[in-house]
């Protein structure tokens, strides 16, 4: 049999009461603290015994001081086998003996300083999740622009979108603690006593949440990172292999094609687009750029077909525009504008982006780009 246990405490600060309670649960099933970090405690077998559990903030006095009251509180039957962070923890087993403060003053004063720390510590925290949750809205407004369906699907993966929701939910944590705090505070004042019960089941329920939520956290701001550099990849436009969704520039303009100087693709996937492809072509003063979208749901296709087609028109003012009605295409625009050729198409779940310079009409391949779309769906 294990002599020696880790236990998830109940930790609230602000409810001394629960971990007074909680304490004396433990003891009562043999259980004795040895040691206290964050969120878990250590315990010791013992003898079950019935005794009290008093917290006693740290208070700020020399080692001779301390020392000497110590020593008072163990003549009166009060014993402190571990020490929290913040507070001595003392057991007494004899009901006879006192208190550790037996006049509602003395306890006040003993509390004020540590409660005001706890009050500082949740607002502060309470603050600096409000300005980084009102940065990382600000950071994202300026990078998408007008373009948050590009963003959402591009972008915030869905690692990133545990990590955004995570700070909602610290926010609530440190506010249902700040308000606790000051609840307690106000007791004291009112009443000039604690008390020396409390929910420590919910309160520890609550640290669970706190501790899973913590981890979700980490692991999925870790994922955000790495993601995009393991799924992302190049490859050799000329070289043989998988099928591209795109019409090649020789294709396009055979006299440009045939001197092709520079060419490049980038595949990389996320959870809202399992396939998202850039090639780039370009042969003196032609360039092609092509960008193709597989989307996981066709509602986020037609979103994003005009946002593209939005920014599309706004980056070429002049060109003239056509929306045309054809089969293969569930919704398809055209641009010309002397030597250069915008096109814009969705079908079902599938994006598709032509941006040509140098070529000033793609309207001879639309049955080509049909064919992409229904190829990679």
């Keep these: 049999m294990k002599q020696t246990r880790r236990f998830l405490m109940p930790v609230e600060g602000w409810d001394p009461g629960a971990m007074e309670e909680w304490l004396v ?11 206290f970090g964050v969120w878990y405690a250590k315990f010791r077998r013992s003898q079950p015994r019935t005794c009290r559990a008093r917290l006693e903030p740290l208070r700020e006095e020399d080692n001779q001081a301390q020392a000497a009251r110590k020593e008072l509180y163990e003549d009166l039957g009060w014993t402190s086998p571990a020490d929290m962070t913040d507070y001595l923890v003392w057991y007494c087993a004899d009901p006879d003996a006192p208190e550790l403060y037996t006049d509602p003053e003395s306890l006040f004063w003993a509390w004020k300083k540590q409660l005001c720390r706890d009050r500082w510590n949740a607002g502060g925290t309470l603050v600096l999740l409000g300005i980084q949750m009102l940065a990382a809205m600000a950071v994202l407004m300026w990078s998408a622009g007008r ?13 990133w979108l545990f990590v955004l929701a995570a700070v909602p939910f610290f ?20 009443d000039g006593t604690l008390p020396h019960t409390g ?18 956290f980490l692991v999925m701001l870790v994922l955000a990172v790495l993601l995009p550099k393991v799924t992302a990849r190049s490859i050799d436009l000329d070289a043989p292999g998988e099928p591209l969704p795109c019409v090649s520039l020789s294709a396009l303009d055979a006299a440009a094609g045939s001197g092709a100087e520079r060419s490049s693709v980038q595949i990389k996937s996320t959870f809202l687009a399992p396939e998202y492809v850039q090639i780039m072509e370009s042969a003196g003063e032609v360039r ?18 005009g946002e593209q087609l939005a920014y599309a028109r706004k980056s070429n003012p002049r060109g003239a525009w056509s929306v045309l009605d ?15 050729s915008v096109l814009v198409a969705c079908r079902d779940r599938t994006v598709l982006y032509v941006y040509a310079d140098g070529i000033d009409d793609l309207s001879a391949h639309l049955d080509d780009y049909a064919a992409i779309l229904e190829e990679f769906q």
Excluded at 201 to 207: A, D, E, W
């Design 326 to 340: 054809r089969p293969g295409f569930d919704r398809l625009a055209l641009m010309t504008e002397e030597d250069r």
């Design 171 to 190: 926010l609530c944590m440190m506010a249902l603690r700040l308000r606790g705090t000051i609840r307690t505070g106000r007791r004291l004042k009112r």
């Design 147 to 159: 373009n948050w369906v590009d963003l959402l699907v591009h972008y915030l993966d869905l690692p």
């Design 288 to 305: 092609v750029n092509t960008r193709f979208d597989r989307l996981r749901f066709a509602s986020l296709a037609r979103a994003l077909y």
């Design 25 to 35: 649960y433990q003891a009562a099933r043999g259980w004795m603290p040895v040691s």
């Design 199 to 216: 929910p420590w089941r919910k309160n520890r329920r609550r640290t669970a949440l706190l501790v899973g939520g913590t981890w979700i």
